[in-house]
């Protein structure tokens, strides 16, 4: 068969509608074959014919064009698009660039295309011909913020392939947290408790360099860029604030004047920059702060969105007597005000994110935010628990009063909603959930199956308790032993009424392709006898009935080896890929499984030498893992069970 002729028509030259041009060009080359061979063509205006697909966003099409759009609040912030495509030829219209590369990735996903996981051995790429390129659709985001939040142990590649992964499943925003995110690189770099890697080089400039990068690939594709959030009570002092490693810091009486009083005593808050409040009462600490935010914005335009926190710790509030009686969400407020007054008279139009985030989950009893557009609610519930989603109906309880660092934090669902609720009685505007589902609990629930199902419902429950949208703070290395947590998570922030198995359905079909039932059921069952609640210190630490299920997952792997062994030699390309994880991950379950069930029988030291030797195999084989798996935070979050 010859080649033959395929044109993309784009109307603009953003960034975003390049690049959606440029990925139906590469994808529908592997498609056909390369039987077709797409040529991009720029326009200068909307003629629709029959033998093009065009890509357009509304700021570039007629008003009688746009209007076929569905009605959103923003379009700046909100995405929406509509695709009129049969047999490869027609319009892709989005509400903004962004929209448009969405929509570009629904067309293939209709065609058959999946992205399972990030990078190349992530993409399941169908033979087909042009007529699959099919999609007659018109859809809006349920909600506005789609968000995927750096964390863990990451090389740059960990980072670049979940930008590219991200609007591929839906994500719309990507954020980098501290000015230069230099923690999580460093991690990786010097190979932070991995016996068998020596550290590389690794400095603050090549973080910053990475941030970059970074940039360039979210502008590339129209990406909601949000940034810093931890930092702002050291760095306008002249204290680094990389991470949260603990050192002995030589400061000046000056800065020593304006760090909180705890016990009599102002001081670097157990060693750690970012982890310590400030004398906030005083107006020269707040001017400092809001005045160094405000550089940061009118230097850095490119940041859509500055999240302003205050320290990263609890029950270290100044207790000076000009700080003692009143609470730090009014002196937070008060800042939050400062600060828009300043970057208004500026001319900057960057949004500030702040924080309802331990002690600040009490809201201000005294200020009230002015100018409520400039600011975006977070909540960010980190004490709750991840055995129930959240609860939207029912009576709410009363907060528990303010005891100035005494407070004790919400672990259910329920009561950390009654605490958003008290602040949205003080804030109406825009505002979504930063949670931890991916940070560490999905270790609890090692086949990530109860992890997905939880997540999901949070997801689809956003709008009923008031929050427009979710933000993950979660590990890069999210993928093992599969993606389904994430491909819920894009799939139900894009339209909240997305069933729940039909998304598990077609993700395990696109990682398996033959077997994939049997798969799905083998991880539901490991999920139910590995018992998260128990992992996550709800049950027991001696618990009889948790060690019968724990008893039973040795023959459980062991029975479903010769399957996967079976499709290691049948499957080929990402499929292949999902096999070989799935044979790792049967072999880290039963070491973790036995050392659970030592440690629920009584026999600690068994378990900790059996958890030993699991440390020891993820450790060997972190090379084979590493875009899957964050051994680092795995090792030592699962560590705590093991002391």
């Not at 991470?243 to 009599?264: F, Q, T």
């Not at 609610?377 to 709750?384: D, E, G, S, V």
């Not at 009576?395 to 005891?403: A, C, K, R």
């Not at 072999?587 to 973790?592: A, N, S, V």
Request: charged letters at 20%; glycine letters at 6%.
């Amino acid at each position: 068969m010859s080649s033959s002729k395929f044109v993309i028509r784009t109307l603009g030259d953003a960034p975003a509608i390049q690049f959606a041009a440029s990925e139906l060009q590469r994808y529908i080359s592997q498609m056909t074959g390369n039987q077709v061979q797409p040529v991009i063509q720029p326009a200068k205006e909307y003629a629709p014919d029959s033998d093009s697909l065009w890509l357009v966003s509304a700021g570039c099409a007629s008003q009688a064009l746009a209007e076929r759009l569905p009605k959103v609040p923003d379009s700046r912030w909100d995405d929406a698009y509509v695709a009129e495509v049969t047999n490869g030829k027609g319009t892709i219209l989005g509400n903004n660039p962004r929209s448009v590369l969405i929509g570009a990735y629904a067309l293939l996903t209709a065609a058959g295309c999946r992205w399972v996981r990030p990078g190349k051995d992530g993409e399941v790429i169908p033979s087909a011909g042009i007529e699959q390129l099919t999609l007659n659709k018109t859809s809006a985001a349920s909600y506005r913020h789609r968000g995927i939040c750096i964390e863990g142990a990451i090389s740059y590649e960990n980072v670049a392939d979940i930008i590219d992964f991200a609007p591929k499943v839906g994500y719309n925003a990507y954020f980098t947290q501290f000015r230069e995110s230099y923690t999580f690189f460093e991690r990786w770099y010097h190979h932070t408790d991995n016996p068998n890697r020596k550290p590389e080089e690794f400095s603050v400039e090549m973080a910053r360099d990475f941030l970059r990068r970074a940039q360039a690939e979210m502008q590339k594709r129209g990406m909601i860029y949000h940034a810093v959030g931890h930092g702002w009570t050291c760095e306008p002092f002249g204290i680094a604030g990389l991470g949260w490693e603990s050192k002995d810091y030589d400061i000046s009486d000056e800065v020593r004047s304006h760090l909180a009083e705890v016990n009599g005593v102002r001081d670097i808050w157990h060693g750690v920059p970012l982890n310590t409040n400030l004398c906030y009462s005083n107006p020269v600490v707040r001017q400092k702060v809001v005045e160094n935010i405000a550089e940061y914005c009118a230097a850095n335009p490119q940041v859509d969105v500055v999240h302003f926190w205050l320290a990263d710790d609890s029950n270290n509030q100044c207790e000076c007597a000009n700080c003692r009686h009143t609470r730090p969400s009014d002196f937070y407020v008060m800042m939050l005000n400062e600060l828009d007054a300043l970057i208004t008279e500026r001319g900057i139009p960057t949004r500030v994110v702040f924080l309802i985030y331990v002690d600040l989950l009490w809201p201000p009893k005294q200020q009230e935010l002015v100018n409520q557009e400039r600011f975006i609610l977070m909540f960010a519930p980190i004490t709750r628990s991840y055995t129930t989603p959240f609860s939207v109906e029912g009576e709410l309880p009363e907060l528990p009063p303010f005891e100035l660092n005494r407070l004790k934090f919400p672990k259910n669902v329920t009561e950390n909603v009654a605490f958003l609720k008290a602040w949205q009685e003080h804030f109406s505007g825009d505002s979504f959930d930063f949670d931890y589902h991916l940070m560490w609990d999905h270790f609890n629930d090692p086949s990530y199956v109860s992890t997905a199902a939880i997540l999901g419902e949070d997801a689809r429950r956003l709008e009923a308790i008031g929050l427009n949208g979710y933000m993950s703070c979660q590990l890069q290395r999210i993928f093992f032993p599969t993606g389904l947590p994430m491909a819920v998570l894009g799939s139900i922030l894009w339209d909240k009424t997305a069933d729940y198995d039909t998304i598990a359905n077609d993700y395990y079909a696109a990682s398996f392709g033959q077997g994939w039932q049997d798969t799905k059921q083998y991880l539901e069952t490991l999920s139910q006898l590995f018992c998260p609640p128990y992992i996550r210190g709800e049950r027991p630490v001696i618990d009889a009935e948790v060690a019968e299920g724990l008893a039973r997952i040795r023959s459980v792997v062991e029975g479903f080896k010769p399957t996967i062994a079976t499709q290691q030699q049948i499957a080929v390309g990402s499929q292949k890929k999902s096999w070989d994880y799935l044979a790792t991950h049967a072999d880290c379950c039963i070491m973790l499984a036995q050392a659970l069930l030592q440690r629920a029988q009584g026999n600690q030291e068994g378990a900790k030498a059996t958890w030993q030797e699991l440390v020891k195999f993820v450790w060997d084989q972190e090379p084979n893992l590493q875009p899957v798996l964050d051994t680092y935070l795995f090792v030592r979050t699962m560590g705590r069970l093991f002391a």
